[in-house]
């Protein structure tokens, strides 16, 4: 899909929800005592990017008020209002926003939620219902990969999946999956890289101390000077929510630690 990858370590695998992953990304530290680490993150930029992409409405509007996706998308689902949303169905509605784009079967939402195949195949057709043009835009991509042979990220860069038209069923779903997802992976990838040249050229022109480290996934990794700390930011917050312009608001959430942990 275009993200960039490391190995050596392979900074993109380190787990962060687990104890042990913790620790290693605090191993993680700035140069000196004078610097800081800053983690500068797209905010579930994904899901931003398939509103944008499938200009469903009700996604649109729920990013353009500021409100919790999730909770939205609970609320849609569970058809219950917003402010009766509990949290074990705001984990369900994200299971199912994330699955959605990877293209998650009924099978595989009962697995990763351990609940029924009625109850994961109600959910996702409750939220096909509540978000149809989601829908519209996953069939005719995948339409449109079967004609083609590829997908485009919404820069124009493309990626072929010759297994579309597979005889295979196998191999035909798991390219389907990949037309879904690669277009919207990939809008996020080419986000990122256009992000990194942005923010490069303003900590040239700004002759600023800090530096560029690293991306992992939607996230820029930064070697921050202390005393550059208020007048950076703003910089690369700017750089980030503007490098690839969309009616769906982007956001930026950054962090500032002593380690990678603390910062992110």
Known sequence: ???????DPNLQTIPIRKERGREIRAAFVPRDEDYLLLSAD??????????ELSGDE?????????????????AKVFKVETADVTREMRDKAKAVNFGIIYGISAFGLQQRLNISRDEA?????????????????????????????????????????????????????AAERLAMNSPIQGT??????????????????????????????????????KSEQDAVIPVIEECMKSALPMKVPIVVEVGVGANWLEAH
């Open 1 to 7: 899909t275009g993200r960039m990858q490391s190995n």
């Open 42 to 51: 797209y905010s579930q930029i994904e899901l931003r990017i398939m509103a």
């Open 58 to 74: 009700s996604m649109m509007e729920a990013f353009a008020s500021g409100t919790d996706i999730h909770t939205v998308t609970a």
């Open 121 to 173: 195949r109600s959910l996702i057709s409750n939220y096909f219902e509540k978000y149809p043009r989601v829908r519209t835009y996953i069939d005719d991509t995948v339409a449109v990969a079967r004609t083609d042979g590829f997908v485009k990220t919404r820069t124009g860069r493309l990626r072929f999946l010759r297994d579309i038209n597979s005889r295979n069923m196998t191999l035909r779903n």
């Open 188 to 225: 996020a990838a080419d986000m990122l890289k256009l992000a990194m040249i942005r923010v490069h050229r303003a900590l040239q022109t700004g002759n600023f101390r800090t530096k560029m480290l690293l991306t992992v996934h939607d996230e820029i990794v930064f070697d921050m000077h």
